[in-house]
């Protein structure tokens, strides 16, 4: 019984989820388990040489704050229509990884997924 829960255990945390979303600006939010990490963009990194996405964060959100994001992102990568082949400026781009399985979508600049999305991921890091 031991032996059984450890590997239970160590196979559960091991294959932890993780979704990843990045803006049209190209910052990253990254939720792993209830931690919300906020991974901005640098002027060096932007395209123009001067955007900066502010500073990064990291917050810890209830299980019920997590959840609604990954349903928000789930919802959105099943919902093809506003899928685009290409990663431009203005798209957003949702990568969900269990493990080493990881799988992505790309959404249409200002379609109401992104506009959901991006809102839901700013007010969890207020």
């Known amino acids: 019984l031991l ?11 091991t294959t932890q989820s993780y979704y990843e979303y990045a803006d ?4 990253v939010y990254i939720l792993t388990g209830t931690k919300l990490e906020y991974d901005p963009i640098r002027p060096e990194e932007s395209s123009t040489g001067m955007y900066s996405g502010g500073d990064p964060k ?13 349903t928000l992102m789930d919802q959105a990568f099943t919902h093809t229509a506003v899928h685009i082949p290409d990663r431009v400026k203005g798209s957003g781009l949702i990568r969900i990884g269990v ?11 200002g379609c109401e997924e992104i506009k959901t999305i991006e809102g839901a991921l700013k007010k969890c890091l207020e």
């Open 3 to 13: 032996i059984v829960f450890s590997t239970l255990n160590l196979t559960c945390m």
């Open 24 to 27: 049209g600006s190209a910052n």
């Open 58 to 70: 990291s917050v810890t959100l209830t299980r019920t704050k997590a959840d609604s994001l990954r």
């Open 99 to 109: 493990g080493k399985d990881r799988k992505q979508c790309i959404l249409v600049q």
